[in-house]
């Protein structure tokens, strides 16, 4: 019974506060960047525009694989003296296991 009651006055609650439609005088207002100029910058064309609001400051790398090739075997030239040292009696291919495993 009291639990009957209890839910008769949550939608009772429920029924009697209504929801205001949203509209758009409530909302804030935001800026408008249709008429947006970055840096006092004027574009006439497309390409401009583009150029001018693009955040990228350099060009992606196009191969950043033989950068990585290039490091790895830099840092393998560095560190197999130091494997060789600690394990002398492994073949080249264990020891660059151990250094894969770093």
Avoid at 30 to 54: K, P
Avoid at 66 to 94: D, V
Wanted: aromatic fraction near 2%; glycine fraction near 2%; avoid cysteine.
């Amino acid at each position: 019974a009291q639990i009957l009651e209890e839910q008769e006055k949550r939608n009772a609650a429920a029924l009697g506060k209504k929801k205001e439609p949203v509209t758009h005088i409530n909302k804030p207002l935001e800026e408008n960047i249709n008429r947006l100029q970055v840096d006092g910058f004027e574009a006439r064309s497309i390409t401009e525009a583009i150029s001018i609001l693009s955040t990228k400051g350099e060009e992606d790398d196009r191969h950043p694989e033989k950068r990585m090739k290039a490091a790895y075997a830099a840092f393998e030239a560095a560190n197999l003296p130091r494997i060789k040292a600690e394990n002398p009696t492994l073949r080249l291919s264990q020891l660059k296991q151990i250094l894969n495993k770093d």
